[in-house]
């Protein structure tokens, strides 16, 4: 549908004027399209840059406003409105209430530490997923898989920005730190930036250029710092982190929307402390490629990688190509996501439970039959 088409008699501003000034937050045609319905019902378009608290602001063609979002708050909590939405804004009112957001092209998406196991939404329509990872600390490969396995469910891009490259005191080094992430990250880029020297920063400059990023992390990783260099201008608050475990405060507490002085938006998160997926099996399997290759070459379609014969995957192990710390890590993955999804799916609860049973009557019969041999 062409911006002309769109109804904009009782809109305070034209689809055209929307698709000029929102342009640099990413607003398109497509979003245009999307928003037909709620311009001929004379709302506002625009993109939601922070969310606290049932409020949000709400950067229009009007400029940014306060919103309220209790209109459309559901029970879900991955339908509650989150930075990065494209909304429907009331024009008139202080604070103006959003009526709906437009359907979101992407979502990065985990799941909370409560025993309810829900998911949380941490942006929305995202083209490139930044995973920050501090050089001033062992890395943690396992936590990187993690990242990137939600990542890539979410549809947006992943990249892996290992910052603080200063503190590793040769190239050599460097280098070898590098091959090891991109190694863990198959299909992933991986730079190594320091936001002191600014080493790396022009490069990821011209990745974030196009679209919306969402910079995420564990505190400490050097977020802040990194969005800082990215903005050219302190922006966001900075705290050292503590010489003692490498780790870091909330210095970021809410979820913010920025424009890029070189193009682009970027959305800078809290430090996680969980990492939880979400019905990330997909994702899984694209951050462990190499071994979703192999399994489709296994005698069974569904060997599980244990003990059956004709296993490509355990044949890989057993020769040295495939590292044991990657199946391990693919098998908790898959474990911890099937327990999530389980939760809410009865069907794969009955097929687990019965998975279970199987395995304890199996484990049962093999004691008793050591012990009979044990007797003779």
Known sequence: MSNASLNTSRSPSSPSDAQHALASYGWDEGWAAE???YAAQGLLPGR??????????????????????????PHDPLRVICTGDWAAVDPVGDPRFVRAYLPRRTAFVRSTSSTRSEGQILAAN???????????????L??????????????????VVLTKSDLVPDATGLSYLVEDVE???????????SSTTGDGIDVLTAVVSGGTSVLLGVSGAGKSTLANAL????????????????????????????????????????GLRGVGLWDAEAGVGQ????????AARCRFHDCAHESEPGCAVLA??????????????????????RRIVAKTDARLRAEMGREWRLKSAEGRANFAAKRAGGRR
Request: glycine share 10%; charged share 25%; proline share 4%.
């Open 126 to 140: 995202v083209d490139h997923a930044i995973i920050a990872v501090s050089l001033a600390v062992e890395l943690d």
């Open 287 to 294: 951050v462990f490629s190499e071994i979703e290759e192999l």
């Open 142 to 159: 396992g936590r990187i898989e993690r990242f990137l396995a939600l990542a890539w469910e979410s549809g947006a891009q992943p990249l």
């Open 48 to 73: 939601v840059v922070r969310v606290d608290r049932g409020r949000c602001d709400v950067l229009t063609t009007d400029g940014v406003v306060h919103g309220d979002t209790t209109y459309v708050t």
């Open 231 to 270: 903005l050219g201008e302190d922006v966001m608050d900075v705290q050292a982190t503590r010489e003692v475990d490498g780790k870091g405060r909330h210095t970021t507490t809410t979820r913010n929307l920025l424009a890029l002085p070189g193009g682009g938006v970027l959305i800078d998160t809290p």
């Open 35 to 37: 928003f037909a319905p």
């Open 316 to 337: 890989a192990l057993e020769e040295g190509s495939l590292p044991e710390r990657r199946l391990e890590s693919y098998r908790k993955l898959l474990r911890e996501n």
């Open 183 to 193: 190694t863990t990250a198959p299909g992933v880029r991986v730079l190594a930036v």
